[in-house]
């Protein structure tokens, strides 16, 4: 699902580069990324997504070279194969908790917002507890229910790759289970990977895999 090679990225102002001699991940796996911070590890998620473009090497997800595709091209690309949990949620503070879960069918072509869509955004809603404030604004959510229309918002598309940056970073103990488990599920039943960065040790043994960047070629 997922291959990098000899990629190299840094910042245009600074700050540090990162490298990755050699990065697979097989369709379907769920896979943990961990490591300090500041070492990169949301930038692997920005250049898997097609966020963020390396200086050199390639970037494939599904067999397709993201690294070579136009901004356009990457934008609609993520759209219609990736699930994204951002750690700032990156929710639209003028939409309803509702509006912001079935948010990429208002701004992808091709994605149909119909009553199977609306009765999948009201499922997520449900399964992580917030089906009582889909018509609240963000600014009225918490942060980990604001967290949960995120992670709401990356599953609804039903897409084939699920990136999450601390998808379970403000919530607690028990809502950190419930999120998961979703997660997994809703990624078994679709044939998803998972490639999740979290600094939470203790959810490791639910993944078929850990990547620590200490393993990654790291310069700063």
Not at 35 to 43: I, N
Not at 124 to 140: Q, Y
Not at 173 to 192: H, S
């Amino acid at each position: 699902m997922i291959e990098l090679r000899d990629v190299s990225f840094a910042y245009p102002r600074g700050g540090f580069r990162l490298s990755v001699p050699e990065l697979s991940i097989a369709e379907g796996a769920r896979v943990a990324v961990v490591g300090p911070s500041g070492t990169g590890k949301t930038t692997l998620l920005n250049l898997v997504a097609g966020l963020a473009v390396p200086e050199r090497g390639t970037v494939r997800v599904g067999g397709v070279q993201v690294s070579e595709l136009s901004e356009t091209q990457r934008r609609s690309f993520r759209a219609h194969r990736i699930g994204f949990v951002f750690q700032n949620f990156a929710l639209m503070d003028y939409l309803p908790a509702r509006e912001n879960i079935l948010y990429p069918y208002r701004i992808v072509r091709g994605l149909r917002l119909d009553a199977e869509a609306r009765a999948r955004a009201a499922s997520l809603a449900e399964a992580c507890g917030i089906a009582g404030k889909l018509d609240r604004r963000p600014n009225a959510l918490s942060q980990g229910e604001q967290q949960r229309v995120a992670i709401c918002r990356a599953l609804v598309t039903q897409p084939g790759l699920i990136l999450a940056d601390e998808a379970t970073g403000n919530l607690d103990p028990e809502t950190k289970t419930v999120i998961l488990d979703l997660l997994f599920e809703r990624a078994a039943d679709a044939g998803a990977t998972i490639l999740a960065v979290t600094h939470d040790h203790e959810l490791l043994p639910r993944f078929d895999r850990v990547i620590d960047f200490a393993d990654l070629r790291i310069t700063t």
